[in-house]
């Protein structure tokens, strides 16, 4: 994590290595209060007409808005840390001879036809700018620093899993009007009821299946994963009935498939896809970076947050689509 100033003042340090010293001062018992200390310290709160109200008042932490967003991207695409200096090409044994790559600058995938089967993806930046007002550090309880750089991390996550969204279906819409594609010519399933049954998964799959492959990801909106919890004896069994009607199961495996949500999938669209090694790479030139960008005639603190990645599908023949 990048080094940053709290306080002109202050020596510049590192979060995680505050943290660290301060799991040391405790391991080491500096800084610890002792018995006799807190016995005082609680004498005087309870002296002070306000001192109840003061104590829970700091032990109440801050209303969390939502839940943690979690990324789709990394379990779809088989993501691959590129080394310095060293171009992303992958070698590709296939019939189809073209790929799907994904330029963000041109707000468009390229279909690519590659010679001697190998593919080179095109790298972009993911990036988002958090910034923090100078007051915050001392009024709020809460470290607002690693507050404002979790939402960023979070939001390019959105961002990634928004581009593979865009991949997918122009890699789905292409590969149905080629001309090589005579196994299965439509890769869309068209759901009959207005929600998502276990009939339409099963059709998907099969479709997949007909390319000598097999379907193990399923990635849908948070609304439609709720359909799957209506889903009767017939379709689950009694062992998957019994353990989601007791709680213990959020519906995040059915059957050979692991299920994963996202607001990002639009709703009354689902996924259905192969293990990353059948469908698609993401290559790596850097992880997420983060470099200070303080303004101070602003009072601000701030940072940019980037990373430089790719997308490329190079088998089309996995990926198929149920539409609610």
């Known amino acids: 994590m990048t080094t940053i100033a709290k306080r002109s003042h202050y020596r510049a340090i590192h979060s995680d290595a505050f943290v660290q010293k301060a799991m040391q001062r405790t391991a080491s018992g500096q800084g610890e209060l002792t018995t006799s200390a807190k016995v005082k310290i609680l004498a005087r709160l309870r002296d002070d ?3 109840i109200e003061k104590l829970g008042s700091s032990m109440v932490g801050p209303i969390t808005l939502k839940l943690r967003y979690e990324g789709l991207v990394r379990n779809v695409l088989l993501e691959d840390p590129l080394q310095p200096g060293v ?3 992958y070698d590709v044994f296939d019939d189809l001879g073209q790929a799907y790559i994904l330029n963000p600058t041109d707000g468009e995938v390229r279909i690519e036809m590659f010679e001697g089967k190998r593919v080179r993806p095109k790298l972009f930046r ?5 910034n923090v007002r100078k007051s915050d550090l001392t009024e709020l309880r809460i470290n607002i620093v690693e507050q404002a750089q979790d939402e960023s991390k979070q939001a390019i996550m959105k961002q990634e899993d928004g581009h593979l969204m865009t991949i997918l279906q122009a890699a789905l819409t292409d590969y149905a009007a080629n001309p090589a594609h ?3 010519p439509t ?3 068209t759901e009959a009821s ?3 049954t276990s009939q339409s998964l099963y059709a998907a799959a099969s479709v997949v299946e007909e390319h000598e492959l097999v379907s193990r990801r399923v990635l849908m909106n948070v609304a439609d994963h709720r359909d799957m919890f209506s889903w009767d004896l017939n379709m689950v069994g009694n062992a998957k009935l019994d353990a989601r009607v007791a709680g213990s199961d959020n519906m995040s495996t059915f059957g050979e498939f692991t299920v994963q949500k996202s607001i990002m999938v639009p709703k009354g669209t689902v996924w259905v896809l192969p293990e990353p090694n059948y ?3 993401m290559p790596v030139r850097y992880s997420l970076d983060t470099e200070p960008d303080n303004q101070a005639p602003r009072f601000t603190y701030g940072w940019v947050m980037d990373e430089m990645i790719g997308m490329v599908i190079v088998n089309p023949r996995g990926i198929a689509k149920i539409t609610i």
Request: hydrophobic share 50%.
């Open 87 to 89: 171009d992303a090409v």
């Open 194 to 196: 207005a929600n998502f």
């Open 49 to 51: 007409p306000n001192g």
């Open 279 to 281: 469908l698609g790479v």
């Open 126 to 130: 993911v990036a988002t700018f958090p």
């Open 182 to 184: 005579v196994v299965s």
């Open 187 to 189: 890769h869309t399933i």
